[in-house]
């Protein structure tokens, strides 16, 4: 059902004349909940983890899923997984209240591993362009800025407790879900640029659209597109809402930019921003955690509770 009060500009249309979405490749990645996974800046990797504490690097050559390497340090379950946009590395967080990064050409064993965080970190994410940056979130909202280079904390500040994300290509802000609510942080100050609210339930995840200018947000039961044109509520471009499903994660899709693929309960919804229309997509036997997409390769991956990760083109 949509929001009326919110209908406004949405990201630039798209003619989606001929779209189609089909599974191309379906493995079981574990045997527990996988709740987390990403592609390589290259399109050529996949990093899944879930439950069980390991990472699994998978080759996706000719659209397939072979895995690559399994990584096994952490000593709990795997939160979040995230690959540099310029560097051949990978940083994957955990309840552990670790963060490792791993050199994805030598991934054998972790290259650093920062301490310092007193409960679970939920989230990790690097700078698109400064290669020594990362950032990490706990359950307790505190947000910690990296040296990669130095191995040492930067920065401690407030503001994220679910999921965190650099803007791409500008890098200006962090968007960090806080319970109900998104907190954008300039990275420079690290003072709070702005606060949008809306959803009434906590934010599962979010996803930047590729220009940095979008934002998409997702809770239990609706999905919301900002704007970073300027600093108000009203850049709530657009919402979308789905009473009684258990969505958890989104993504922009690789080649039409204002249709949002939502993670939810057994299926995928696609949401075509420009015309407030949906689809849903039948998906897995269980609740779809993550999603992940490769811009260069145009397939978007899927992660369950049910164990298995599918590749959608």
């Excluded at 249709?259 to 407030?276: F, P, Q, S």
């Excluded at 992940?292 to 298995?308: F, G, M, N």
Aim: some cysteine.
């Amino acid at each position: 059902m949509e929001d009326e009060s919110l209908k406004g500009n949405v990201a630039p249309q798209d003619d989606t004349e001929g779209f189609t979405f089909v599974e191309v490749n379906s493995v079981k990645a574990s045997a527990d909940k996988v709740v987390c996974c990403e592609f390589s800046s290259d399109g050529k990797l996949l990093a899944s983890g879930g439950h069980d504490k390991k990472v699994v690097l998978w080759d996706t050559e000719r659209e397939k899923l072979k895995p690559k390497t399994i990584l096994k340090e952490h000593s709990s379950l795997i939160t979040d997984v995230r690959f540099s946009p310029i560097m051949p590395q990978l940083a994957t967080s955990s309840f552990d209240k670790t963060v490792k990064v791993w050199d994805t050409n030598d991934p054998n064993n972790s290259i650093c591993t920062f301490t310092g965080h007193s409960t679970s970190i939920m989230s990790i994410d690097f700078h698109p362009f400064k290669d020594d940056l990362i950032c990490s979130c706990d359950a307790d909202c505190e947000l910690r800025y990296w040296s990669i280079g130095n191995g040492t904390c930067l920065k401690i500040t407030k503001g994220g407790t679910a999921q965190i994300r650099f803007q791409p290509r500008l890098g200006r802000y962090l968007a960090a879900a806080n319970y109900n609510f998104v907190n954008i942080i300039d990275v420079e100050t690290g003072a709070l640029w702005h606060s949008f609210r809306g959803h009434n339930k906590p934010i599962s995840s979010l996803s930047w659209d590729p220009s940095g200018q979008y934002l998409a947000s997702v809770s239990d039961d609706s999905a919301r597109l900002w704007s970073l044109l300027s600093g108000s509520d009203e850049n709530c471009s657009d919402a979308m809402s789905w009473p009684g499903n258990e969505f958890r994660s989104c993504v922009f899709h690789p080649t039409y930019p204002s249709l949002l693929v939502i993670g939810g309960y057994l299926c995928l919804e696609l949401w075509n921003m420009a015309e407030n229309k949906t689809l849903t997509v039948p998906a897995h036997e269980g609740l779809i955690s993550a999603l992940a997409v490769s811009p260069l390769t145009s397939l978007i991956a899927s992660a369950s509770h049910d164990k298995l990760i599918k590749l959608w083109k």
